[in-house]
């Protein structure tokens, strides 16, 4: 699959004419909760030579491919990435702390990584995360089983939820720290929980266990209640944002040895 998501992204920047600044996985094996047949969920964000900028109308600013069992790509472009990014868009928060990198230029990641936690609005978060857990709290725990995968999805959006409202910090993607929020009496059935997920498959499905669907949704309600007090507003980065986004386009040009970025 690394071969085959090496080759892929080259091929983009040739039919395309882009250059892919940087790829990354974004799903449970980026989170740190795969099962054995996960598929590779890879995002990732590219620029267009100056040019194609200097138009009345903007051009498409996504390019998304159809998923099959292993792969699923899509992709921004840098503009749109960079005022999602001004906005604070979780996904993009997500996508910049990913580990597991699979092509950056020109430095990218590490030219955003000292705006990020600045950057991000912790009431726009939360809602975000909240908007994740609601499906989880209102939705999978109503039957008599959940699927696993969604048990999990719904954990993680509740710990990146408490994390903004009790630590007023941007939340980390990956599911490890995460847990440092979770009460020591859920921890032995969140391990044997990830265990499990270990070797099941995508569909494998369970009782909701009781104790942890009483945590998502004293979460959830805790999260509610908290949203209006957060602070929503952050220091405005957007010159910042417009120097980086000017300056990639240019350094985009430069020979790099390798593939031809062209109009």
Not at 11 to 32: F, K, P, V
Not at 75 to 87: D, V
Not at 105 to 131: D, E, Q, W
Not at 132 to 149: N, S
Request: glycine share 6%.
């Amino acid at each position: 699959m690394q071969a085959r998501i090496q080759t892929a992204l080259r091929q983009l920047e040739s039919t395309h004419g882009i250059r892919i600044l940087y790829a990354c996985e974004s799903g449970s094996r980026a989170w740190g909760f795969p099962s054995p047949d996960s598929d590779f969920d890879v995002r990732f964000i590219y620029c267009h030579p100056p040019v194609w900028y200097l138009t009345l109308d903007e051009g498409t600013d996504t390019l998304n491919f159809p998923v099959d069992d292993e792969l699923d790509l899509a992709g921004w472009e840098l503009r749109k990435a960079l005022r999602l990014l001004r906005g604070s868009n979780a996904s993009v928060f997500e996508w910049l702390q990913s580990p597991v990198v699979y092509h950056e230029a020109l430095a990218f990641r590490a030219r955003l990584a000292p705006l990020l936690p600045a950057a991000f609005n912790l009431k726009a978060g939360l809602h975000h995360y909240l908007g994740q857990l609601r499906r989880g709290v209102e939705e999978d725990l109503l039957p008599d089983e959940i699927r696993l995968k969604r048990l999990f999805y719904a954990l993680r959006s509740a710990l990146a939820a408490r994390w903004i409202r009790e630590r007023h910090a941007l939340p980390p993607m990956e599911f490890a720290p995460l847990r440092a929020g979770l009460p020591p009496a859920l921890a032995a059935d969140v391990d044997e929980l990830l265990a499990r997920k270990a070797t099941a498959t995508e569909k494998t499905t369970l009782p909701p266990p009781a104790a942890l669907a009483a945590f998502l949704r004293e979460e959830f309600a805790a999260g509610q209640a908290a949203r209006e007090a957060l602070p929503g507003s952050r220091p405005s980065h957007g010159a910042a944002l417009d120097a980086l986004f000017r300056e990639l386009l240019v350094e985009a040009q430069a020979p790099t040895g390798g593939a031809t970025f062209a109009p």
